[in-house]
């Protein structure tokens, strides 16, 4: 295939999963529901979009570079994902009385049914093949063949397997096998299996990774920012669900939209590290990560105790809270600076060895440098310092003379 034909098919791709995408969205807006017509509009725009960013990143992956698979499975994420949700929701609108008698409800059902769980092999294919779109080695490309065969077998036994279906349960199996009973715990069996693989595949980066060389390291490092920052997100998720209502109001609307959030910057992160767009500047992305992720995690965790211990000091003289808040906020704004500064040393310390060491030689040379005035001693001392910070494979000194 060439790749004028191959990019016009992964742009296909994009144009199907926006397509299937507003289809679904259509579908259940005329489903029964909680949501108000703002925030359905709202969930709405942000599926489509999130199927779009994966289907985009994935035309771009493959129209720069057709023979990688990764681009492939960018591409056919969004396309399953989207169809999947499309079979669900016409088969839930089908059995509406006000729908009247739409033909096929009962074999969109069935679809979905058993194509409902493409997502997670894809996502472990993703996993063993990024970003060069090869298997670490044949042991790592059985991990791969058993996500898929697995796939098959739980897939086979949901689209035989008697009874209700499993997310549109009016619905019976219009396939159904009533001899196969094994059918169903076959099912359960598998899908517990995907964990293990998913896990494996997980492990196959930090095995890739510490194979890798150079530029390749670069781009895992995007994959591990993306996957931090998903963590990050989830945790805020959690934190929410456990201090505010999310089922209503504005609470609502933010954990959804962190929902849809979530996965959005894996294809991002993988678009700009196969494509090599400012690859190297993930470094400073990962640095600025861990020092404001932990110096936001610690200024809460103050902020929080301080709040608690003020409330309880100052209870025998006051009822009010207002003076305990304004106390906390005082003291995290003032620990801002000071708390910045030793993380990022304690983060350059502890990751950034190289720099650090580089930073703290160029201080003491430029401390010597004040004092210093024999310029053989500052000659070596100059040339002492390029070796210990840039470590070049020469370095020459040369001194203009002064004017006659």
Same mark, same amino acid.
């Given at each position: 295939?060439?790749?004028?034909?191959?990019?016009?098919?992964?742009?296909?791709?994009?144009?199907?999963?926006?397509? &299937?995408?507003?289809?679904?969205?259509?579908?259940?807006?005329?489903?029964?529901?909680?949501?108000?017509?703002?925030?359905?509009?709202?969930?709405?725009?942000?599926?489509?979009?999130?199927?779009?960013?994966?289907?985009?990143? =994935?035309?771009?992956?493959?129209?720069?570079?057709?023979?990688?698979?990764?681009? +492939?499975?960018?591409?056919?994420?969004?396309?399953?994902?989207?169809?999947?949700?499309?079979?669900?929701?016409?088969?839930?609108?089908?059995?509406?009385?006000?729908?009247?008698?739409?033909? =096929?409800?009962?074999?969109?059902?069935?679809?979905?049914?058993?194509?409902?769980?493409?997502?997670?092999? &894809?996502?472990?294919?993703?996993?063993?093949?990024?970003?060069? =779109?090869?298997?670490?080695?044949?042991?790592?490309?059985?991990?791969? &063949?058993?996500?898929?065969?697995?796939?098959? $077998? +739980?897939?086979?036994?949901?689209?035989?397997?008697? !009874?209700?279906?499993?997310?549109?349960?009016?619905?019976?199996?219009?396939?159904?096998?009533?001899?196969?009973?094994?059918?169903?715990?076959?099912?359960?069996?598998?899908?517990? #299996?995907?964990?293990?693989?998913?896990?494996?595949?997980?492990?196959?980066?930090?095995?890739?990774?510490?194979?890798?060389?150079?530029?390749?390291?670069?781009? @895992?490092? +995007?994959?591990?920012?993306?996957?931090?920052?998903?963590?990050? %997100?989830?945790?805020?998720?959690?934190?929410?669900?456990?201090?505010?209502?999310?089922?209503?109001?504005?609470?609502?609307? @933010?954990?959804? %939209?962190?929902?849809?959030?979530?996965?959005?910057?894996?294809?991002?992160? #993988? =678009?700009?590290?196969?494509?090599?767009?400012?690859?190297?500047?993930?470094?400073?992305?990962?640095?600025?990560?861990? $020092?404001?992720?932990?110096?936001?995690?610690?200024?809460?965790?103050?902020?929080?105790?301080? $709040?608690?211990?003020?409330?309880?000091?100052?209870?025998?003289?006051?009822?009010?809270?207002?003076?305990? @808040?304004?106390?906390?906020?005082?003291?995290?704004?003032?620990?801002?600076?000071?708390? /910045?500064?030793? @993380?990022?040393?304690?983060?350059?310390? /502890?990751?950034?060895?190289?720099?650090?060491?580089?930073?703290?030689?160029?201080?003491?040379?430029?401390?010597?440098?004040?004092?210093?005035?024999?310029?053989?001693?500052? !000659?070596?001392?100059?040339?002492?310092?390029?070796?210990?910070?840039?470590?070049?494979?020469? $370095?020459?000194?040369?001194?203009?003379?002064?004017?006659?």
């Amino acid at each position: 295939m060439s790749a004028r034909a191959a990019a016009r098919i992964a742009w296909v791709a994009v144009a199907l999963s926006v397509a &299937l995408g507003a289809v679904t969205v259509a579908l259940e807006a005329s489903l029964p529901s909680e949501l108000e017509g703002l925030e359905e509009a709202l969930f709405g725009a942000l599926f489509v979009l999130l199927l779009a960013t994966f289907a985009v990143v =994935g035309a771009l992956i493959v129209s720069r570079h057709p023979g990688n698979p990764v681009g +492939w499975l960018f591409s056919a994420l969004p396309v399953m994902g989207a169809g999947s949700e499309a079979f669900s929701a016409y088969a839930q609108y089908g059995l509406l009385e006000s729908s009247g008698d739409l033909p =096929g409800e009962e074999a969109a059902a069935w679809i979905q049914a058993w194509s409902s769980e493409t997502g997670a092999v &894809l996502l472990v294919l993703l996993l063993l093949l990024f970003p060069s =779109g090869r298997f670490l080695s044949p042991r790592w490309r059985r991990a791969g &063949l058993a996500a898929v065969v697995l796939a098959l $077998v +739980w897939a086979t036994a949901v689209a035989f397997d008697p !009874g209700p279906l499993p997310n549109v349960e009016r619905v019976s199996n219009p396939l159904g096998i009533e001899a196969a009973g094994v059918l169903e715990p076959v099912a359960e069996l598998a899908s517990v #299996a995907f964990l293990p693989l998913l896990m494996v595949s997980a492990v196959s980066v930090f095995v890739r990774y510490r194979r890798a060389h150079a530029e390749e390291r670069q781009q @895992i490092k +995007w994959l591990a920012a993306a996957a931090a920052l998903a963590a990050l %997100m989830v945790l805020a998720l959690t934190a929410l669900g456990l201090t505010v209502d999310t089922d209503h109001g504005a609470a609502e609307v @933010i954990t959804s %939209m962190l929902a849809f959030a979530v996965p959005a910057p894996f294809p991002v992160a #993988a =678009g700009i590290a196969i494509l090599r767009h400012r690859l190297y500047d993930i470094d400073v992305v990962i640095n600025r990560t861990l $020092v404001y992720g932990a110096l936001t995690a610690l200024l809460a965790l103050i902020y929080v105790a301080s $709040v608690l211990l003020l409330q309880l000091a100052l209870r025998p003289l006051t009822e009010e809270s207002n003076l305990a @808040i304004a106390g906390s906020t005082l003291a995290v704004a003032a620990l801002f600076r000071p708390a /910045r500064t030793h @993380i990022q040393d304690a983060v350059d310390r /502890r990751f950034y060895r190289r720099k650090y060491d580089a930073a703290r030689t160029l201080e003491a040379f430029s401390a010597r440098l004040r004092d210093e005035v024999d310029l053989d001693t500052l !000659g070596t001392d100059l040339r002492a310092v390029v070796n210990d910070t840039m470590q070049p494979a020469h $370095v020459s000194l040369w001194l203009r003379g002064g004017e006659r």
